[in-house]
C-alpha cells in the first residue's frame, strides 16, 4: 500500500491498550478539565478495519473557553487545527505532521456532538451489519484520497458523511448511548 494513499487496516487488538495509556495521560494533564475521556472512532470498535489512528473524545464543561484545555495538549505534543467545527468541538492531533498516531475532538458535556459521536460508536459495536457495510465504504474509499493533505483526508471523511449520519438517526432513536 502507498504512503500517499489513506491507509485503512484491519482491526488491532492493542488499540484499546494505546487508547488507555493515552487516556491516563490526558487525564493527568487535564485534571478536572476533563469530565470524560471516551475511546471513539473506529479504533475503539471491536472488529472494525480502521486508520491506525486512535480516536478519543474530551468531554468538557465548555469548549469555548478553548486555551483551558489547549495548553495542556499543546504541553502533550498535540496541535490544534482551526476549523469551523471549534464553536462545538475543537480538533487537535499527535503529531504535528502526518501520519498522526492520536486524534482529539473536544466535545461539550451534555451536548448534542458527545452524544452523537458515542451514539455512533455504540451502534456499530451492537450491530455487525452496520459495522459490516461502514468498513466496505471506508476500503473502498481509502485508496481514492491520498494521506498527505488535510484536504484529501477531510474529503475522505465527508464522503463517508451519508452513511455515518443514517447509523447515526438510527443509534439515537435506539437511544443510545446508554452510559451518558
Keep these: 500500500m502507498s504512503a500517499e494513499t ?6 488491532d487488538r492493542r488499540w484499546p491498550e494505546q487508547f488507555e495509556a493515552e487516556r491516563r495521560r490526558l487525564a493527568t494533564a487535564l485534571g478536572a478539565i476533563a469530565v470524560r475521556i471516551d475511546h471513539n472512532g473506529s479504533t475503539s470498535v471491536p472488529g472494525l478495519a480502521a486508520k491506525p489512528i486512535i480516536d478519543i473524545q474530551i468531554s468538557v464543561t465548555q469548549v469555548q473557553a478553548l486555551e483551558t484545555f489547549a495548553t495542556p495538549l499543546r504541553q502533550l505534543g498535540y496541535t490544534h487545527v482551526p476549523h469551523p467545527d471549534d464553536a462545538f468541538c475543537p480538533f487537535f492531533h499527535r503529531p504535528a ?11 461539550e458535556r451534555g451536548g448534542s456532538e458527545e452524544r452523537r459521536t458515542l451514539a455512533f460508536r455504540d451502534y456499530l459495536r451492537i450491530h455487525p451489519k452496520a459495522r459490516h457495510e461502514y468498513a466496505a465504504l471506508k476500503l473502498n474509499l481509502a485508496p481514492q484520497f491520498s494521506a498527505t493533505t488535510f484536504g484529501e483526508r477531510q474529503a475522505y471523511a465527508d464522503a463517508k458523511t451519508g452513511l455515518i449520519e443514517q447509523f447515526i438517526a438510527r443509534a439515537l432513536e435506539e437511544g443510545l448511548p446508554h452510559d451518558l
Design 97 to 107: 505532521t502526518w501520519p498522526h498516531t492520536h486524534h482529539v475532538h473536544v466535545a
Design 6 to 11: 489513506l491507509q485503512v487496516v484491519p482491526y
